[in-house]
């Protein structure tokens, strides 16, 4: 499977030999517990929002330690955000909700005392111009008879107790209470400063006008927080930490099947992605589902002649996998872009896009799909970029020609292949470090013990064909 995009641009621009040629985790070997949920328990969160969302990179509103009386309490914050999708920055304030159990957050939690002040510990550093807020309304049969705005600004160091009269409190008995914290003024964002922060601890209801004691607010502490992480390539990106939050499953998965090393990516299309129009990605960038498009990527300013790939699929009812990839340098633009469809393949294949530069680029972003239905499974493993100014081999992939094992190794390595005129040990630079042209059969063993820990390339040529495989030295 290959095919051939030629670039759009002029101009040759010559690399040294420190050129940014291959992208960070290409063989899926690691992989990191990411958290896609920190929540406080009972509550609604800007941070949970978001998270909800799939925008993991914003957190203003989290624990701290120590709290005002106990082990924590929240830190709410005004942030500046980067929106990928809109290609500006928004302000974001931190607010934390009490909800119900199982609620949105934006409706209140039952509550049956009367109540006719709240009270709190706060800390506080809000910018000039903005203001933070603590809102409390009280609601029976839902209509609201006492709501309370409680203005925050300045800046207060230590923890300093609030006591907040509550109009009407104790005109009738509540079923439902809100109480919210913001670090900025929501009804007027045009204010909102980024690095304004708001700290509370320690909620309590109190009814000055009668004798019974209310009830504690649920988690009024902030001690219970509900952490959960999901596995994920390093480096990559997936809609998982969505639809993990949406309906508890994921996509991408680590599997123990692997062409290379040790692991691969799987990508499976689920009956979720289906039902929640969530589509099975995994990229190096960012898939913008609002509008269609791709951002990001690494860094990238290598002139390669091929990009490469292994990888394994199933395809349900004929469906179809696909591979993208795309160059662009950041001064000139759009450089260069290539899709491959990936058809059924039930042993380790290997895609191959032919690539032609006139002009460097700057970055890459590549991007892996996994079908549209239900059951489609795709493993990837051992991406490359080959040929070209990248010192690593070009080749021309046959896997049951040339096996390497165990990969890692440490004292011996065996090579098992069906027909070679030469083979080739070389190291990441492509420096000859053996070469090897007799064969009294179809195997070779290494003796790796004196060989430094590291990558080294085993180059097999047959007939003008060219192949080649990774060996990993680990002592």
């Known amino acids: 499977m290959k095919k051939t995009l030629l670039l759009l641009g002029a101009g040759i621009i010559s690399f040294t030999s420190n050129a940014q040629s291959t992208i960070s985790n290409q063989s899926f070997e690691s992989w990191q517990n990411i958290v896609v949920k920190d929540s406080l328990d009972e509550w609604m969160t800007s941070t949970l929002q978001y998270q909800m969302q799939g925008i993991m990179d914003v957190n203003n509103a989290y624990k701290i330690t120590p709290g005002y009386a106990t082990v ?4 709410l914050e005004t ?3 980067y929106d990928q999708g809109a290609g500006m920055n928004d302000t974001l304030f931190g607010y934390a909700i009490k909800n119900a159990a199982g609620g949105s957050g934006f409706d209140g939690f039952p509550y049956s005392d009367t109540v006719d002040v709240f009270k709190c ?9 903005d203001q933070g807020i603590i809102i409390i309304e009280l609601s029976n049969n839902g209509i609201v008879y006492s709501s309370t705005t409680y203005p925050i600004v300045g800046s207060v160091g230590t923890w300093t107790q ?3 009269p509550l109009i009407n409190g104790a005109t009738e008995v509540p079923d439902s209470v809100f ?3 913001a670090s900025s003024d929501p009804f007027n964002p045009g204010v909102a400063a980024p690095g304004s922060w708001l700290e509370v601890d320690e909620l309590s209801f109190e009814f ?3 004798s019974t004691v209310p009830a504690a607010i649920p988690n009024n502490s902030f001690e219970n927080w509900t952490t959960e992480t999901i596995s994920q390539p390093q480096s990559w990106y997936s809609f998982d930490p969505i639809m993990f939050n949406t309906t508890g499953q994921v996509y991408v998965t680590q599997s123990a099947t692997a062409s290379h090393l040790s692991s691969s990516a799987q990508i499976e299309t689920t009956f979720e992605n289906i039902m929640y129009n969530i589509p099975s990605l995994l990229t190096n960038g960012f898939y913008i589902i ?3 498009s791709l951002m990001g990527g690494s860094p990238f300013n290598a002139q390669p002649a091929q990009f490469t790939g292994d990888f394994q699929y199933s395809g349900i009812f004929s469906d179809t996998a696909w591979v993208y990839v795309k160059f662009w340098n950041s001064g000139t633009g759009f450089l260069l872009e290539a899709m491959d469809t990936l058809l059924d393949a039930a042993s380790w294949t290997t895609f191959s896009i032919d690539l032609t530069f006139t002009e460097a680029p700057d970055s890459v972003l590549v991007l892996f799909f996994s079908g549209n239905n239900i059951g489609s499974t795709l493993l990837v493993d051992h991406l490359q970029f080959v040929g070209g100014d990248v010192s690593t081999p070009e080749f021309t992939a046959n896997a049951a020609n040339l096996v390497v094992y165990p990969n890692p190794s440490n004292d011996q390595a065996t090579i098992l292949f069906q027909n070679a005129d030469v083979i080739n040990v070389m190291d990441l630079n492509g420096k000859l470090i053996s070469q090897i042209t007799n064969f009294p059969g179809n195997k070779i063993d290494l003796n790796t013990s004196d060989w430094e820990n590291g990558i080294y390339i085993i180059q097999l040529i047959n007939d003008g064909k060219v192949e080649a495989k990774k060996l990993t030295v680990q002592h």
């Open 162 to 164: 609030l006591t907040i």
């Open 72 to 75: 924590s309490a929240i830190h």
């Open 79 to 81: 942030v500046l955000w």
């Open 208 to 210: 000055l006008s009668g």
């Open 179 to 181: 109480v919210g914290f």
């Open 290 to 292: 609002g509008n269609d």
């Open 121 to 129: 510990w706060y800390k506080c550093g809000i910018v000039g111009g």
